[in-house]
């Protein structure tokens, strides 16, 4: 069994930070890339930044210059710094990771549960 777990998510005012953390867990082969999703009420859920297992990383235009995204091979955790927050990034921020699980031959896409951030202006 595999798990996606996010944490990180709350309230804060606009202008704040956040850091959420989401760590892959289970019978683990190997993790290709990571990323971070939004979705906000009413919209599509949305890319926001993801980054391969060599570090390469792609950012929304968004949130260019403001997120960050990171991740420690050795836990198994992506992380995505976010700075200078707006009302309009108000979403439920989803974790994906690309995952070759134990006795799997291709690596499958797992998705965390999601984790609120709010941003109040």
């Known amino acids: 069994q595999v798990q996606v777990v996010e944490s990180g998510g709350g309230l804060v005012h606009a202008g704040g930070s956040l850091r959420l953390s989401c760590a892959a867990s289970?019978?683990?082969?190997?993790?290709?890339?990571m990323g971070w999703y939004r979705q906000a009420p009413g919209k599509q859920r949305e890319l926001v930044a993801v980054?391969?297992?060599?570090?390469?990383?792609n950012y929304a235009d968004s949130v260019k210059d403001r997120f960050t995204i990171s991740r420690d091979n050795a836990k198994k955790t992506v992380y995505l710094q976010m700075n200078s927050l707006k009302p309009e990034d108000t979403a439920v921020y989803y974790c994906?990771?690309?995952?070759?699980?134990?006795?799997?031959?291709?690596?499958?896409?797992?998705w965390g549960q999601g984790t609120q951030v709010t941003v109040s202006s």
């Open positions: 980054i391969t297992s060599a570090g390469s990383t």
């Open positions: 994906n990771a690309n995952i070759r699980r134990v006795g799997a031959w291709l690596p499958d896409d797992y």
């Open positions: 289970g019978r683990i082969v190997s993790i290709n890339g």
